[in-house]
Every structure is written in structure tokens, then in C-alpha cells.
DNA sequence: GAAAAAGTTAAGCAATCCCTTGACTATTGG
DNA sequence: CCAATAGTCAAGGGATTGCTTAACTTTTTC
């Protein structure tokens, strides 16, 4: 079983929160400067640089700066690694409704059972 | 505009969580009772239904006590729900992309690439 | 019916989160 | 130059988290 455990964490974190969440949404759109994407967000500058800094240590989002502007832009492959364990988590479920199925339907000879109770 | 953002501030601080993540994993294997989920979890029982609980408030488990002994479940759809919003973000990024790399692409002739522009 | 098993409740505590204010540093435009 | 712009740093405060221990209830088992 293989754990990419490590970015997971941050990664959920960062989404848990609205006014994040929406600055991904709107990165997903094009760059955006951290004074652009404070002007929807009801808080002070400082607030939104922390939370560009929480999307950044997720890897959400890399910055550069340029002059006096910082640009942020979203970074896809951490949105995709939770959705990956998002989808195992689904499918897995899946699959063990769809083994459920078999046994049910052929209720009548049960196969080798995996359960593992010593 | 539907509404479903409310939950989703939950179901991601949920999953931020690695002991809670490793519980919907068990989960996704079959049902479980808090015991069971507490075992390998390092921690005591009421730390493992605090998070049980954090988890049924997020919509992704659901639990019913039969005896004593209550039995914890997965439910999917808080789980897609996640899924659905981390997949329209990262298709919504690659759209962008593809209309970047048409722009590229037709830098030489301005075919109606601007659709949007009175 | 006493004791074990499974869970629940309550209180408390250290760490972290989210946001603010205030001061401060660069960069740019006139 | 000088002042507006864009961002940054530091400190702090109130709320929330993630755990713990201790006491308790409700089943089940012997």
C-alpha cells in the first residue's frame, strides 16, 4: 500500500477553506496577482498572502514575483493527486459492492472468503 | 446556482485529517465498529469517535447502533461531491489551456478565437 | 446478578487556524 | 525626488482541533 500521504494532509487542508477554495477557482481561470485576487475576499492583503502561502505549501499554487507584483497561477498535479485518492476511495467502494453482488447472487455456494479474523 | 458548498468545508477538513482518511479507508473495505477503526489507530476510543463523528458531520460516514456496538459505513456521495469539485476545477484549468495553446497557434492569423468580445 | 465489553460524555490542555493591526520594504510613475 | 502601489513581516487574539483522562451508561456474557 502506498502513501503518498505526505502533501494529502496539506492539500485537504488548504481546500477546507472557502475563501481558499475560491482563489483556486479563480486561478483555474488564469494568474492573478495577490491584490487581484483579494479584491472579491472581504479581508485585509495580509490574510490573502497567507492563505496564497497555505495553498503554496499544499502545492496548489506557485508564485513568482516580477517587479513589485507577485503572480500566482494553480498547480493542477496537486489538485489531480487528491482527487486520485478521492477516486481509489470511491472505486474501491465500488468494487466491494460489486463483489457484495456476486456473493448475494450466488448465495447458494460461497466461494473461499477473504475475511482474515484468526 | 446550487448550494452544495456548504458541506464541502467539512468533507475537506475531514479528509485533512490521516487518521480520518485511514478510517474512510477501512470503510471503503466494509462496514466496521468504532472499535475495530480504534485499533489501529494509536490513540483511545474517544479520540477515534470524536473522529468518527467528525467524519458524519462531513456527510462521509454514516453509523447506527445495533446493541452495543455501533457499525460506521461509508457514504459515497460525500465523496463524490469532493470529486466533482477538484474535477471541475482541473478541467476548467485544461479548457484554459486549450484555448491558450489555439491562441499560440494561430498567432499568425486571428481566426474568430475571441468569441467573447463586443 | 456481577463483571466484562462497547461506547459515550465531560472537562481540560497544548497546538494550530484565521484574521487583524501596525510598521516596514521595495518598485513604479510622474 | 516623492508618493502611490504592491507586497511583506511580526505580533497577537479569539476560535477551533486533536488529543487525553476520568467517570458514566448500556448491553452482553458467564
Redesign the interface.
Known amino acids: 500500500m502506498p502513501n503518498h500521504?505526505v502533501p494529502?494532509?496539506r492539500v485537504?487542508?488548504a481546500?477546507?477553506?472557502?475563501s481558499r477554495?475560491a482563489i483556486?477557482?479563480r486561478l483555474?481561470?488564469?494568474p492573478a496577482s495577490v491584490s487581484e485576487l483579494a479584491r472579491p475576499l472581504r479581508m485585509t492583503l495580509p490574510a490573502v498572502l497567507q492563505h496564497v502561502q497555505v495553498l503554496e505549501s499544499s502545492g496548489l499554487v506557485v508564485s513568482e514575483k516580477a517587479g513589485r507584483v507577485r503572480t500566482c497561477r494553480?498547480e493542477?498535479a496537486a489538485?489531480?493527486a487528491?482527487?486520485v485518492?478521492?477516486?481509489a476511495?470511491?472505486t474501491?467502494?465500488?468494487r466491494?459492492l460489486d463483489r457484495l453482488d456476486d456473493v448475494l447472487a450466488g448465495a447458494t455456494e460461497p466461494t473461499t472468503t477473504e475475511e482474515d479474523r484468526p
Open positions: 500521504q494529502l494532509d485537504f487542508h481546500l477546507a477553506d472557502p477554495r483556486v477557482e483555474t481561470a488564469g494553480v493542477p489538485l489531480r487528491a482527487e485518492w478521492l477516486t476511495r470511491r474501491a467502494w465500488e466491494r
